[in-house]
């Protein structure tokens, strides 16, 4: 740098010293800075404490039954705050079933989501650092697994097996271990033969530090990305199989399983199927929003684009020392 | 391309074998056959006339080669509903689902390339954000709540479409613009996405230089250059499709393979479930098949004759070939 002058250089070391290069902010920061993104996270946050909190919260409420007030459409306030979102056919509160049912939906979806990432990012950095004939077995299995939608393949696992909750995560996790598998895969085997990671076989390192800390960190950001991404999916097919009638059973409740009871309502109490059904939107719509922004975040080449602004205010910040 | 199409033939028959396989095994995992047929309160004497009359008193190896040589001779067995024969059911419920499905796939795709080039005219500006907003929208929409919703406005409170069934044209509006949302939600950022790409290429430029208009690059120069993608997302999307059908159909009461299966889900009738699902299976396989060829029509370098030039001449980075022998 020619115009290597003391300032510049003083405010640089300063951010280098408080731990981050050149400015660049963490994903916390960068979060907080886009504000769509920092309501798909609230919108996100409160739904999972819905999930967490409803069941105990309103677990009685929701199955308490009051045939006097059935059917009572959305704001019926007068009687009492729990009818703000109308009540069904056997006059329970629906506000009580949404919050109620969000910790079957999110609960089974987080676990499918959680379980599918693992096995398959595991299972795909394995072949993909290993190569060969692990690494084309995996493949073939993935592409028969994939070749055949995925909520058929559901739908007749779960015709030979009972259609439990454990059932059903069981089932969604392994028709979307593939996705993670031939991502962590394709990934990994391009690490692989990085500069870097050739570099640190050279210095004599171990094959587990080497994975640890040169291939897992790389294929970290794209994995939690796609599961982001995965948990809408999941979400959604969940929700489809409960509204087809073999996903979630009565008397256990699921928004999918809301929206199939609420069907035939549909003439006079349209809210019991459709509020339902907005619940599953907004929190797809909030997953589906925080991973584009994910996508964008961890990507180095990206990153520019949420920075963009916050490069500029930099540069001025130096300019006028100059 | 003759060997890249016959590498391609049996790389999809491995699912298609596995799937059959899968099914069959399925089902005999999970122990005694007769409890997933017969009723709670049967004696076991119906049990074991049961287990003989089907064979399933035999090993499973006997039991698969039976089933294998009924599939060759298209003997798919009878429905426990009806006694009809499974491979009539389902050949009849198969049409309705291509019908549709054909339908969708059109529309959606004309309307994605639509969509996706206007979008890409300008990237990041008007259109480009309401077409990332409109594909975000589709792919977080459960298509059955949008079933409802639209059966709930424009079959109950307006008056306009029928609720279900299949007479008159008015009757597909709901499950084609059901089963459309998600394929053209992808298919517009896919044709977007090639489509970027391809008019900031040098050839453009040359035409817009010659004095070429808009519409000219974007459908004789730019579209068939950026289709290959386009292609490829739309056939593994037909391949989705039946997912959605599944859930469109038994909606809507549509006398497809998808409400056959569900129904025969619910009814416990298994021979009709493993017919629907062998048969799925197969018209999987031969889209594949035939996106391959498809491949080949759109893309010249693909061909037989460039794939011997190539061979002969020196090798030269081609991306889309590279990409295809890959695969």
Redesign the interface.
Request: net charge positive; proline share 2%; hydrophobic share 60%.
């Given at each position: 740098m020619p115009d290597n002058d003391a300032s510049t250089v003083a405010v640089l070391t300063d951010r280098a010293r408080r731990g981050r290069a050149s400015g660049r902010p963490g994903l916390w920061g960068l979060l907080l800075r886009d504000k769509v993104a920092t309501s798909a996270a609230v919108v996100l946050l409160l739904a999972v404490l819905t999930a967490i909190a409803g069941p105990m919260l309103f677990g009685e409420l929701a199955q308490r039954q009051d045939l006097g007030s059935r059917n009572m459409p959305p704001l019926s306030l007068h009687l009492g705050w729990e009818y703000v979102l109308g009540s069904d056919s056997l006059g329970r509160s629906l506000l009580a079933r949404i919050a109620f049912a969000a910790g079957t939906t999110l609960g089974v979806s987080a676990a499918a989501v959680a379980i599918s990432a693992i096995v398959g990012s595991i299972w795909g950095m394995w072949a993909g650092f290993h190569r060969g004939w692990r690494e084309s077995v995996s493949m073939?299995i993935a592409?028969?697994i994939m070749?055949?939608?995925?909520?058929?393949l559901a739908?007749?696992?779960l015709?030979?097996?009972n259609p439990s909750a454990a059932n059903i995560v069981l089932v969604l996790a392994i028709t979307r271990i593939p996705l993670y598998l031939r991502t962590a895969r394709a990934d990994a085997a391009e690490l692989r033969s990085r500069m870097f990671v050739d570099a640190a076989q050279n210095f004599g390192a171990k094959q587990g530090a080497i994975v640890s800390r040169h291939i897992v960190p790389n294929v970290l950001p794209t994995l939690v990305t796609l599961a982001t991404l995965e948990f809408?999916y999941v979400m959604?097919a969940e929700?489809?199989l409960s509204?087809?009638?073999?996903g979630i059973q009565p008397p256990d409740v699921s928004w999918?399983l809301m929206?199939?009871q609420g069907?035939q309502y549909?003439?006079d109490a349209?809210w019991q199927?459709?509020l339902p059904?907005l619940a599953?939107?907004i929190t797809?719509?909030a997953?589906?929003?925080l991973a584009?922004w994910l996508r964008l975040a961890t990507d180095p080449g990206q990153r520019w684009r949420l920075q963009a602004k916050r490069r500029r205010r930099l540069i001025a910040s130096i300019a006028p020392r100059r | 391309m003759w060997s890249y199409l016959r590498r391609r033939i049996l790389q999809s028959a491995l699912p298609l074998v596995a799937v059959v396989l899968g099914v069959f095994v399925l089902v005999r995992l999970t122990g005694d056959p007769s409890k997933l047929y017969l009723p709670l309160n049967a004696t076991d004497q119906m049990r074991a006339d049961f287990a003989a009359r089907n064979g399933f008193d035999r090993s499973i190896w006997d039991q698969m080669g039976d089933y294998f040589l009924g599939v060759l001779q298209l003997d798919l067995g009878e429905s426990l509903r009806t006694g009809e024969p499974a491979a009539e059911m389902v050949l009849r419920a198969f049409p309705a689902t291509l019908q549709l499905a054909a339908v969708t796939m059109l529309l959606a795709v004309c309307l994605a390339v639509v969509l996706g080039s206007w979008a890409s005219l300008k990237p990041n500006g008007l259109a480009d954000r309401i077409v990332s907003f409109f594909s975000m929208t589709a792919a977080s929409v459960p298509d059955f709540w949008l079933a409802i919703l639209g059966i709930w406005i424009f079959a109950i409170t307006l008056g306009w479409l029928p609720t279900s069934g299949t007479t008159g044209a008015t009757a597909w509006v709901l499950p084609i613009a059901t089963l459309m949302l998600r394929p053209v939600g992808v298919l517009a950022q896919v044709v977007r996405g090639s489509m970027v790409t391809v008019l900031g290429q040098p050839y453009i430029k040359v035409a817009r230089s010659r004095g070429a208009g808009q519409m000219h690059i974007v459908v004789r120069h730019a579209l068939r250059n950026a289709a290959a993608p386009a292609l490829t997302v739309a056939g593994d999307l037909t391949v989705g499709l039946v997912n959605g059908a599944v859930v469109v159909e038994s909606i809507f009461g549509w006398p497809g393979i998808g409400k056959l299966m569900i129904d025969s889900i619910l009814q416990r009738d298994f021979a009709v479930l493993q017919a629907a699902v062998l048969v799925t299976a197969l018209a999987i396989f031969a889209l594949n098949i035939v996106i391959d060829l498809g491949y080949a029509l759109l893309d010249p370098r693909v061909r037989p004759q460039a794939a011997k030039r190539r061979r002969g001449g020196a090798a030269r980075p081609d991306k889309h070939a590279e990409v295809l022998t890959d695969a």
């Open positions: 073939r592409d028969v070749s055949f939608p995925s909520l058929l739908v007749v696992i015709y030979v097996f809408c959604l929700s489809s509204f087809l009638g073999i999918g929206v199939a069907r549909l003439a349209w199927s459709v059904g599953i939107v797809t719509v997953a589906n929003v584009a | -």
